[in-house]
C-alpha cells in the first residue's frame, strides 16, 4: 500500500465502499483522534474547555451513528476474537457498575474510565478502510514527532516540574511532558510511536518522507529519554526483545545501542542504577509501587472474585473521591476493583488482541510493510508492559492511542488479506454465530 494508493481511496472510492470518504464527519472526526493528544489538550485550554470535556464524544457518536447507518445498510464486518472477549468485560463491568450504586457517581466513572476507549476499538474497523489506514498513520506520527520535538524544547530550556516528579536524591536537568503534562505518561506515548515511526521510515519509498520520519523517530526516542520514565524506557526495552526474538533478530543490534547508552550516558545510568540500589527497594516495599501493589491484594482478598468495587480503588476515581490513592499498576487496579474475573477477562481480551495483531497483521504483511506491522505490535506490547508499572489507561490520551492504534492495525489486516487472494465479501463475511 503506497501513498497512491491512499490518494486513490479517498478520490474515488467504491460504489459499497465506507471509509473516510464516504462522510466528512468520519474522516475529520478519525483525523482528531489521529492528533487526540495536540487536539484534546488545545480544546482543555481556559475558554474552551467545555469543548474539550465532550468533542471525543461527539466524535464516538458519530461513529457509531455511522455504524448503525451500516449494519442498516447490509454490511456485517467479521469480529475479531478479541471483541468477543472485550464484550464479556464490558458486560462484566457493568454488573458490578449496578451492584455498586450505592455510590453511582464513583461506580459509573469507574466503569467510564475503564471501558469508554473500548468503544472506539469497535467503531473504527467498520466505518475506516484498509486504504484509509496509511494516511491516519501519517497524521498519528507527524502529531507525535511535533510532540517530541516540543519536548526536546523543553529539555533545553529546562521546563519548570513539580519538584515530586524528582527525587532530592537525583540530579536531572527536568522532565519532559509537552502537551501530556505528565512525563509518565509522555514516555509511554513515545514507546508507542518511536518504532512505529521508526517502521514508517523504513516502508516508505519516498527519500524526503523517509528523512522526515528517520528524524522523527530519533527526536521521538529522545523526548522518551528526557521524560526519564524508568518505566517506559523498561517497557519499550523489554517489548523490543520480545518482538526480536520472535520475529525480527536485527533488532537485537537496538537493544544493544540502548544498552551502551545507558551506561555511557550519567543521568540515563544513574536512573537506572537506582533500581538495583537495596535502598529504592526498601522504600518501595514500605510506601511505593511495591506495597500499592501489596494492597491491591489485600483489598481483594476480601471479596477475590469480585473486588471491592468500581472506583474504589488505585485509580482517578479513587483518588478524586479519596477511595485510595494510585496503584501506579492498571492490574494491579484492575485487581482490586473487578477481583479476579475481572482481571482474568482484562488480560484475556488484551491477549486476544495481541493473537490477532499476530495473525491478522504480522504473518500476512510482506516486504517493507513488515516494518509498519512490526513497529505497530512492539510500540502496542510496550504500552501493556508499561501498564504494569504504571496507570496508563487511566489518561485519555493514552487508552485512545491504543485503542485506536489497535483498531487501525487489524483494519489494515484485512486489506492485506484482500491482497493475498481473499476477496471482499469473504472478508466481510459475518461469523458462523451470532455477533454478541
Known amino acids: 500500500m503506497d501513498g497512491q494508493g491512499v490518494v486513490q481511496g479517498l478520490t474515488a472510492p467504491a460504489p459499497d465502499a465506507g471509509g473516510l470518504a464516504r462522510s466528512r464527519l468520519v474522516r475529520y472526526g478519525m483525523y482528531c483522534m489521529m492528533s487526540f493528544p ?12 467545555p469543548l474539550g470535556v465532550i468533542w471525543d464524544k461527539l466524535v464516538l457518536l458519530v461513529l457509531v451513528c455511522t455504524v448503525v447507518w451500516r449494519y442498516l445498510s447490509g454490511v456485517r464486518p467479521r469480529w475479531f476474537s478479541w ?6 468485560y464490558m458486560v462484566f463491568g457493568l454488573g458490578l457498575m449496578f451492584a455498586g450504586m450505592a455510590s453511582p457517581l464513583i461506580a459509573i466513572q469507574g466503569y467510564r474510565i475503564d471501558v469508554y476507549y473500548i468503544l472506539f ?4 474497523p467498520i466505518v475506516v478502510e484498509p486504504e484509509d489506514v496509511e ?6 506520527a507527524m502529531t507525535a514527532i511535533l510532540i517530541a520535538v516540543h519536548g526536546i524544547y523543553q529539555y533545553i530550556t529546562k521546563a519548570p516540574m513539580p519538584a515530586a516528579w524528582v527525587d532530592t536524591s537525583q540530579h536531572v536537568r527536568t522532565r519532559v511532558y509537552s502537551v501530556l503534562q505528565s512525563p509518565n505518561e509522555l514516555g509511554s506515548y513515545m514507546a508507542l510511536m518511536t518504532p512505529l515511526i521508526a517502521g514508517l521510515a523504513i516502508h516508505t519509498t519516498d527519500r524526503w518522507r523517509r528523512v522526515l520520519y528517520a ?9 522518551l529519554l528526557f521524560t526519564f520514565t524508568r518505566g517506559a524506557w523498561v517497557a519499550l526495552v523489554l517489548s523490543l526483545f520480545i518482538v526480536s526474538v520472535l520475529f525480527e533478530r536485527r533488532l537485537l543490534f537496538a537493544l544493544v545501542l540502548i544498552a551502551v547508552l545507558a551506561y555511557f550516558v550519567p543521568p540515563i545510568h544513574h536512573r537506572i542504577g537506582e533500581l538495583f540500589s537495596p535502598v529504592y527497594w526498601m522504600k518501595s516495599a514500605s510506601s511505593g509501587r511495591i506495597s500499592r501493589w501489596l494492597q491491591a491484594f489485600d483489598l481483594m482478598s476480601t471479596n477475590p472474585l469480585f473486588g471491592v468495587g468500581l472506583g474504589h480503588y488505585g485509580g482517578a476515581v479513587a483518588s478524586i473521591y479519596h477511595k485510595s490513592i494510585y496503584s501506579d499498576n492498571y492490574y494491579a487496579k484492575t485487581l482490586g476493583e473487578v477481583g479476579l474475573v475481572g482481571l482474568t477477562l482484562f488480560i484475556s481480551m488484551h491477549i486476544a488482541l495481541m493473537r490477532d495483531l499476530f495473525r491478522g497483521v504480522l504473518r500476512k504483511a510482506s516486504g517493507r510493510a513488515r516494518y509498519i506491522a512490526i513497529g505497530g505490535f512492539t510500540g502496542l506490547l510496550a504500552v501493556l508492559i508499561h501498564n504494569s508499572m504504571e496507570n496508563v489507561f487511566e489518561f485519555g490520551p493514552m487508552a485512545a492511542a491504543y485503542f485506536v492504534y489497535a483498531a487501525l492495525f487489524l483494519t489494515w489486516g484485512r486489506g492485506l488479506g484482500e491482497e493475498r487472494g481473499l476477496s471482499k465479501e469473504v472478508v466481510h463475511e459475518a461469523v458462523d454465530s451470532p455477533s454478541p
Open 215 to 223: 528524524g522523527g523517530a530519533v527526536c521521538c526516542a529522545l523526548t
Open 135 to 140: 494516511l491516519l498513520l501519517h497524521i498519528g
Open 83 to 88: 471483541q468477543k472477549l472485550g464484550v464479556w
Open 121 to 124: 476499538a469497535y467503531m473504527i
Open 38 to 49: 495536540i487536539v484534546d489538550f488545545a480544546l482543555r485550554l481556559h475558554g474552551v474547555h
